[in-house]
């Protein structure tokens, strides 16, 4: 079990406080600190089974800077995922194959059970 996180997101903050209440212990990872690989956002995409454009955080303003005024390409969009890894959703727990974006809580708490 793995907590893609970052401490200064409240939605973030949330799940990590849910998962331990419920007594898991799930490894932390700080994605901001150490980015996602181009295939390691490849596998969680896989894991999530949704397409690239649904893990970026369209309201970002970096994200419009970045993508105004172009077409991209999926391959495109992993690419400025893994350069900029502030444009990935959060939280995401990953557990036993699967994923889940924490938006709402609920839909990590659910890949629980």
């Known amino acids: 079990m793995k907590l893609l996180h970052n401490p200064r997101c409240s939605k973030s903050r949330e799940a990590l406080a ?9 490894e932390v990872w700080r994605y901001l600190d150490e980015s ?3 295939p390691q956002i490849r596998e969680l995409l896989a894991q999530l089974g ?6 970026v955080r369209t ?7 970045l993508s105004s ?3 991209l390409s999926d391959d495109d969009i992993i690419a400025l ?4 890894p502030k444009l990935i959703e959060r939280p995401i ?5 699967k994923a889940a974006i924490g ?8 890949l629980l059970d």
């Open 18 to 26: 849910a998962l331990q209440d419920a007594g898991h212990t799930p």
């Open 36 to 38: 996602l690989t181009e």
């Open 50 to 55: 949704i397409a690239p454009l649904a893990l």
């Open 59 to 65: 309201k970002e303003e970096l994200w419009r800077e």
């Open 69 to 71: 005024d172009k077409t």
């Open 81 to 84: 995922l893994a350069s900029h």
């Open 93 to 97: 727990l990953t557990h036993n194959g």
């Open 103 to 110: 938006r709402p809580l609920e839909n990590i708490l659910a």
